[in-house]
């Protein structure tokens, strides 16, 4: 059954699949309190909540989050998924990428194709890594 992600699981999955590490915690930490998942917040025995209603009201701000990412305001280093990105040849194998990468292949045809919709705009390789990362699919593991 589908779990809706933590912020700290979003944060963190983010900077794995772009194989970065931070440069600073203090920003991350930071972000994860602006996210509403401070650690001191909840206390043991129950610990963090787990659920959806636990954590959708932050959706602008993961959403902030994961742009500010992709265009280079974070604390870890973007540049190789934007340099991959760049150097496939065509739209169809930036939207694999992707979905390869982001997504283990689950991505649904239909958000690729509309990605792929939004691409045939002009060059925009890190605005549609964005859009694809603030899909309902990216939300959820």
Known sequence: RPSFKRPFHMMAGLMRECNAMPTTWGKFNHLLKLNGSETSKFPQPDGLPNGFHAWSGGMIKRFHYLTRATRGFSDFDI????????ALPNDGAKVKYINDHFFLGELP?????????????GNRDMQTLAIALCSPTYQWF
Do not use: E, G, H, N
């Open 79 to 86: 540049d190789p998924v934007k340099q991959a990105l760049q």
């Open 109 to 121: 045809v239909s958000d690729q194709v509309f990605i792929r919709r939004y691409m045939k705009q």
